[in-house]
């Protein structure tokens, strides 16, 4: 790829996981109660149709991973996850508090943190926790995130008697020099052992987590992890870039010099020599960052257009409702997101006071439903349209005008009422969504809030 279209577009910006994005959230108007209304809204229209998700995060990690840019807790202590089980049930009490009929739970995925840093017996509590007033939908979807090193046989033998069919990975990169960088050891044999588990037992989608731009990273190493991977043949690969925040995530990522990243071009080649590869051995690229065998239902939801993107990433169906339990869990009601304390003492001690711990939020109006629906579009699908009733927006107008240089460098096509991402364009799609990013253009950020685009 042209090293000019790369110095060109790799600018700071955000991952879509909502829109607004969480720093263009704005308060005003956001209380519990309008929280509650929303929520009790979006149940209502979503429940007995749909159903709802569920994400639970479970925040305890022994060691720091100092790529990482989750909430997380470091300890080794394992007494702490008996109170957080508890606190995490009592929070899905006050919520179920507020049904008007029984919950249906269509998707429900266990992150992190290290989910498996949780006892399998602990596990198994949550879950029934969560199933004594609920019930699952027909075709339902249940997921935890894995570290290879410390999830065992029983840990995914648990899980799966209790409905769980889908396991993440994270490897990141096989590379010593590289593991030792981020801190994450983590051998070839011990990813290789967790995922046979996992088949032998029954789960029929594995996906490995991937990452570029790491310290020391090379072309060498990058072709020695994708074969690695491939081998295994999970059914999804998430390939991601690293997204470098220290003055967000803090000493963690202060952990190497800035001059150990592979940037702009090097950077790109990483992706793209790990991309030719895996389309190579039959992956099909799936929304941004992500791969997908044919087998898989993520494959299946991208070409019926039914692929969906939240505060999980993506998903292989939509949920109009999904409720983040856990300490910084983020909720989505459609209507309106709510964010929880990210303290754990903060979070305990609302919790103690019979209070969602529900620290921040943001009211969507009108347009930011429009602008959502567009960024999911492109996201999801890689296009868009305004022939439709409710998709037109005034500013649509200077919108696709700020996209005439990007379809005269190929990334997309503009057409009367829709536009399209090309091949080419597709590692620039949160540079072609920022476009549509009305809060981001009235209002540029005037410190750093975001990891570059490429």
């Known amino acids: 790829m042209c090293q000019s279209i790369l110095q060109k577009y790799n600018v700071p910006g955000p991952r879509y996981t909502s829109y607004p994005t969480v720093p263009y959230w704005d308060g005003a108007g956001f209380t519990d109660d309008s929280w509650k209304d929303s929520f009790i809204r979006s149940f209502g229209e979503s429940n007995s149709t ?57 998707e429900l995925h266990l992150g992190g943190g290290t989910p498996t840093f949780f006892r399998p017996q602990n596990l198994r509590k949550l879950i029934e926790g969560i199933f004594e007033l609920a019930d699952a939908t027909p075709g339902y979807e249940f997921s935890i995130e894995g570290h290879p090193n410390n999830t ?38 011990n990813v290789a052992l967790a995922t046979r588990w996992a088949r032998e037992i029954g789960y029929t989608s594995i996906s490995h987590d991937l990452v570029y731009g790491l310290p020391f990273q090379s072309i060498e190493n990058m072709v020695d992890t994708i074969e690695k991977t491939q081998a295994l043949r999970p059914e999804r690969i998430s390939f991601y870039s690293y997204a470098h925040v220290p003055w967000i995530k803090g000493n963690g990522q202060r952990g190497y010099d800035e001059a150990h990243l592979p940037k702009d071009e090097e950077k790109r080649r990483l992706y793209e020599t790990g991309k030719k590869i895996l389309i190579g051995k039959g992956y099909h690229e799936i929304g941004m960052d992500h791969f997908a065998l044919e087998n898989d239902n993520m494959y299946s939801a991208a070409q019926n257009g039914k692929l969906h993107r939240n505060f999980m990433g993506y998903s292989a169906s939509k949920t109009q409702l999904m409720i983040g339990l856990g300490v910084s869990s983020i909720s989505d009601s459609w209507y309106a997101f709510a964010q929880n304390e990210k303290n754990l003492e903060d979070y305990y001690k609302r919790l103690a006071e019979n209070e969602l711990p529900v620290f921040r939020g943001h009211l969507l109006t009108d347009e930011d439903l429009i602008i959502r629906e567009h960024i999911l579009n492109l996201m999801c699908r890689f296009e868009t349209r305004w022939d439709e009733d409710g998709s037109y927006f005034n500013e649509l107008p200077e919108v696709l005008w700020d996209l005439r240089e990007m379809e005269k460098d190929g990334l997309l096509t503009i057409g009367g009422t829709a536009i399209g991402i090309t091949e080419k364009g597709r590692p620039f799609v949160r540079n072609i969504c920022m476009a549509f990013d009305l809060k981001l253009k009235r209002k540029a950020p005037g410190t750093k809030l975001f990891s570059m685009t490429i």
């Open 50 to 106: 749909e159903g709802i998700s569920l994400y639970i995060h479970l925040p305890f990690c022994e060691s720091m991973c100092t790529f990482c840019g989750c909430h997380k807790r470091i300890t080794k202590r394992h007494d702490v996850e008996g109170p957080y089980v508890k606190a995490v049930l009592k929070e899905w009490a006050l919520y179920r508090n507020m049904f008007t009929t029984r919950p249906r739970i269509k």
């Open 152 to 189: 065992t046989r029983e840990h995914l033998q648990t899980l799966y008697d209790l409905g769980f069919r889908r396991v993440s990975y994270g490897v990141q990169d096989y590379s010593e020099k590289v593991q030792k960088a981020i801190n994450r050891i983590q051998p070839f044999q």
